[in-house]
């Protein structure tokens, strides 16, 4: 598995937590991963399209260009 991101960085993900006394929830930081490849560097032949990402994907993003590209 590789993690693909805008350029090769260390990613920072929060955690969505309820807290009592609010509607809704708030954010707090969570694990940080490194991008193993930029997207410009993909190469969508060696990769097999999955999981939900897909159907949330934009058709006028980069991401999604490199998704019709692998079909």
């Not at 993690?3 to 807290?19: C, G, M, R, T, Y």
């Not at 969570?30 to 032949?45: E, K, L, N, Q």
């Amino acid at each position: 598995m590789h993690i693909a991101a805008p350029s090769k960085e260390k990613l920072h993900f929060v955690v969505h937590d309820l807290e009592p006394g609010y509607d809704t929830y708030t954010e707090k930081p969570g694990y940080s991963w490194d991008a193993d490849v930029a997207f410009a560097d993909v190469d969508p032949s060696q990769y097999a399209p999955k999981g939900k990402a897909l159907l949330h994907t934009p058709p006028w993003s980069r991401t999604s260009r490199l998704r019709e590209r692998s079909l």
